[in-house]
């Protein structure tokens, strides 16, 4: 499999794309990627800090392209288009690492914006270096997770997204907040996989700090990574809207405080709720972010009556 890694920041600068001072040497996820290649004999990998690169000739040449990116990237609008069909085609895969989210640029052109593409776009991490989360799988199961625990406990930088539509992709890990101190009423996925035309997309959150690039399960779920992308290994990228609708409403009921054991009960009632009513409670939940109090220009009062309103429903509806 023929990588090409941009890790390329217009923005925000994190420590695994920073090369070291006064030097032009490879970065800390650069010597990852290599490494993980060579020990598995899966891929090769080209690196580059230089969007421009990417060019509907240069795909000619690679299998997947991995983006640990961020900012308005200098992707000329026939590039994207070219990326784009590249993908659709199912001649190339895409891997979206940490801050790709984070990544945007204007484009009006055929196809669809990045921020559509990847499916989500950066809107906050509440959960910031090291803090201390349980993260869980979901989807059934996938090769792309096999390296993980089903559940497990991390600390790590996290982010919310808005622009996130659950019909469009399969979510594999999610946080899960009645075993997270930092809570919010809203679904926060972790990693996601996606179909588009005969082409695969995966996007992990992880890999905000070094430390996470030296843990061998997130090497592992790299490397089962690009060789899902590259259709090396099977996996379903279906998506599962009605399981990620579930997790919204558990991510309810634990802001609220409720007992672990009672989300869980009232989520097993909720399991067989009409699947309109689960979509449509989900999308309220998700409307609470743009309502966070904690923004200057918002209104606590705003946020804590459409908080109360939906949480009526699901209680109503979940039982006494």
């Known amino acids: 499999i023929r990588v090409l890694y941009l890790d390329q920041s217009v923005g925000w600068r994190h420590a695994p794309v920073t090369r070291p001072k006064n030097s032009n040497g490879p970065t800390p996820s650069e010597i990852a990627l290599a490494e993980i290649g060579a020990r598995s004999g899966a891929f090769s990998v080209e690196s580059t800090q230089d969007a421009r690169q990417i060019t509907p000739e240069k795909l000619k040449t690679i299998d997947v392209l991995v983006f640990y990116t961020t900012g308005e990237l200098p992707i000329a609008p026939m590039a994207w288009q070219a990326i784009q069909q590249w993908v659709a085609s199912g001649k190339g895969g895409f891997?979206?690492?940490?801050?790709?989210?984070?990544?945007?640029?204007?484009?009006?052109?055929?196809?669809?914006?990045?921020?559509?593409?990847?499916?989500?776009?950066?809107?906050?991490?509440?959960?910031?270096?090291?803090?201390?989360?349980?993260?869980?799988?979901?989807?059934?199961?996938?090769?792309?997770?096999?390296?993980?625990?089903?559940?497990?406990?991390?600390?790590?930088?996290?982010?919310?997204?808005?622009?996130?539509?659950?019909?469009?992709?399969?979510?594999?890990?999610?946080?899960?907040?009645?075993?997270?101190?930092?809570?919010?009423?809203?679904?926060?996925?972790?990693?996601?996989?996606?179909q588009l035309g005969k082409g695969r997309l995966f996007h992990t959150n992880l890999g905000h700090t070094p430390s996470t690039w030296n843990d061998p399960r997130y090497r592992a779920q790299l490397l089962d990574a690009i060789r899902w992308a590259a259709h090396r290994i099977p996996g379903s990228a279906k998506p599962n809207p009605e399981e990620q609708a579930l997790w919204a409403l558990r991510s309810l009921l634990a802001y609220q405080g409720l007992p672990k054991t009672e989300v869980e009960a009232r989520i097993a009632?909720?399991?067989?709720?009409d699947k309109v009513w689960l979509l449509q409670t989900a999308a309220r939940t998700a409307a609470?972010?743009?309502?966070?109090?904690?923004?200057?220009?918002?209104?606590?009062?705003?946020?804590?009556?459409?908080?109360?309103?939906v949480l009526t429903d699901v209680i109503a509806r979940s039982g006494p």
Not at 105 to 131: C, L, V
Not at 172 to 183: G, I, M, V
């Open 288 to 309: 609470l972010r743009p309502l966070w109090p904690a923004k200057p220009e918002n209104d606590k009062r705003a946020f804590d009556a459409a908080y109360q309103a």
């Open 95 to 194: 891997v979206g690492l940490h801050s790709a989210t984070d990544t945007h640029w204007n484009y009006s052109g055929p196809g669809q914006t990045y921020t559509a593409f990847i499916n989500g776009r950066f809107a906050g991490h509440p959960w910031t270096e090291g803090t201390p989360m349980t993260i869980q799988a979901l989807g059934g199961s996938s090769p792309v997770n096999k390296a993980w625990p089903r559940r497990f406990a991390y600390a790590e930088e996290i982010y919310q997204y808005s622009d996130y539509d659950p019909t469009r992709v399969r979510a594999l890990q999610a946080l899960d907040f009645t075993e997270t101190p930092l809570k919010r009423p809203w679904f926060v996925p972790v990693t996601w996989a996606r």
């Open 269 to 273: 009632k909720l399991a067989g709720a």
